[in-house]
């Protein structure tokens, strides 16, 4: 064989073994069986709870009337509410979110705005008045 022609094929049978070996990763499933995954999604359905909501709304009320009725509070106390305030903020950001109507991303699905077609206005000639030329 010659040189000319024995290195692209050396190439593509390098090219189709790789493919071929890179198939059952490709169709290997994303995860599920990691030991950590259990317990996290615990963590998440307990911070965006109800529960979870109405203790954020306490920490903010009470964080935020500490801090305007507090009168002379120390630095350390001033340091915990702005702590409890922020912490209240950052459980309750779901809730708040889901306040003003949006939810959660939804990624390569149809949306139901995306298939809604907005009807083409019909036009009528117009027989008399301004615009008719005749």
Known sequence: MSRNISIPL???TLVAVC???AEPALASSGGGGLP???PLQQIQQSITGPVAGFIALA???IAGAMLIFG???NDFARRL???AL???VLLGATQI???FGATGASIGGNHAQAEQETPEPRMTPATAGEGTHG
């Open 81 to 83: 509410c702005y702590v």
């Open 71 to 73: 009168g002379e509070l």
């Open 19 to 21: 493919v071929s070996l």
């Open 10 to 12: 050396n190439r593509a």
């Open 86 to 88: 922020v912490g209240g």
């Open 97 to 99: 979110v889901a306040l």
């Open 36 to 38: 950590w995954e259990s």
């Open 59 to 61: 920490a903010v009320a």
